[in-house]
Each structure stands twice: as C-alpha cells, then as structure tokens.
C-alpha cells in the first residue's frame, strides 16, 4: 500500500518554463490537495477537489492550474514558472467514510527551485 | 478566516526531559489534528482531536483539547532522539473540508542526546 505518491520528488526549472505534478493516492479517498511549505510561511492550500472532475480555489491559487480527470489522480501545474513558485510541494489526500472529520495524509513532496 | 498559532517556534530539550507544544487558534476548533514532519520528508498524522476536554495518547505523546480556550497541547513525556521535527497543528472549519482547513506554522523540536 503506497499511500500517496508524488512526482518528481526534485526539479529545477528555469522561468517561464511549465511543468506538471503529479500526485497519486490508491486508498480511494474522495479529497485531493495541493500545499506548498515555505519557510516562515507554513503549509498553504492551493487548490483543492472534493472528486474527480471537480477543484477549487485554495489560499494561494495564483499562477497554478490543477485537474483531477480520475479519482486517483490529482495533478498540479505551471505554465509560466515564477522564481517566487520555488517551494515544496505536497500533495495530501482524505477519505470522507466513517464521518466527517478524517485527517488527511501526505505525500513526500515535492522540492521545486526555479532559476 | 481562521488562524492558528503554535508555541514556542523552536523547541531544544535534553533527552529524558518532558515537554509541551501549544497550538491556539482564532476561532472554536471542530476538529484539531497533529502532524509530525521530518526534514525532507511529508506530514505523518500523530492524533486528531474532536471534543472539548478531549485527551489521546500515543506511546510517549499526548495532545489534549481545550474547547473553552480554543487551544490544544501536545506534550512529550521523556523526549527521544527520535521525538525531533517539526510538529504541526491543523484545523478544520466545521462546514468546508477543503478552503478553510488551515495549518499552523509549527514548532521545531529539537532533542539532544
């Protein structure tokens, strides 16, 4: 049982280049997000799904762009990476059986640096 | 919106020695989670807390909710080496299980041997 899967789990880009990550969890959750951790400023939600075929607007959306075409999967990209996109990023999945309040499990992240 | 705020940042004990990390948040707490996170590495779920009063433990970790005060605390008896990292608190909203879940800033640990 892998749990969730990132990748990659490292990438150097230069700016305005793109990219995708992809996050992948195989305990059938319904809810995916996408985080990035900066120093000082703590874990911050970028976008959100609550099922596949649907996302929405995290804190932090700006500059990213996500699709979740099947439940597993929940992908995150850039289109035009900004050195102020260089973070790390974490993906976490949630299960919603057995009520309301389910933590959410994470991923290794992904350490992303553009030049 | 809601934030929460951890204490102290930065944490350095001696192994052996207890010791308490406090999560507060702005607003009353429906569900209160901790996390412990290694250098490098993802968020590990330790305990999630529901209730006012409410107290869980796990091996040598104890986090407890305070509903009145808005505030939980994990405490640490006879830190190990392996105590260390960075613990983080988080919160969900009662109605929206996605935007308004937030994090705090967490607290390093650190336990010298």
């Known amino acids: 049982n892998a749990g969730v899967t990132q990748t990659p789990k490292f990438r150097v880009l230069k700016t305005g280049q793109s990219m995708t990550l992809l996050c992948a969890q195989d305990?059938?959750?319904?809810?995916m997000y996408w985080y990035r951790q900066d120093p000082g400023m703590g874990l911050r939600l970028i976008h959100y799904?609550?099922?596949?075929?649907?996302?929405a607007k995290g804190e932090v959306p700006d500059g990213y762009n996500v699709s979740r075409l099947k439940k597993q999967n929940f992908l995150l990209g850039l289109e035009s990476a900004a050195p102020s996109q260089t973070s790390v990023y974490f993906c976490?999945?949630?299960?919603?059986?057995?009520?309301?309040?389910?933590?959410?499990?994470f991923g290794d992240g992904t350490r992303l640096s553009i030049l | 919106s809601q934030e929460l705020e951890q204490s102290p940042q930065s944490l350095i004990v001696q192994e052996g020695k207890n010791l308490t990390i406090n999560c507060t948040s702005s607003?009353?707490?429906?569900?209160l989670y901790w996390y412990k996170q290694k250098y490098g590495e993802g968020l590990i779920f330790l305990m999630m807390?529901?209730?006012?009063?409410e107290e869980k433990s796990h091996e040598k970790i104890t986090a407890k909710l305070d509903e009145k005060k808005q505030q939980s605390s994990l405490h640490i008896t006879a830190s190990q080496p392996s105590h260390a990292g960075i613990y983080l608190c988080?919160?969900?909203?009662?109605?929206?299980?996605?935007?308004?879940?937030?994090f705090g800033p967490g607290t390093r640990l650190s336990v010298l041997p």
């Open positions: 976490a999945s949630r299960s919603t059986r057995g009520g309301l309040r389910q933590p959410q499990h």
């Open positions: 305990m059938n959750h319904e809810y």
């Open positions: 799904s609550v099922g596949e075929g649907t996302t």
């Open positions: 607003k009353t707490l429906y569900g």
């Open positions: 807390l529901q209730k006012g009063g």
């Open positions: 988080g919160a969900d909203s009662p109605d929206n299980y996605g935007q308004n879940f937030v």
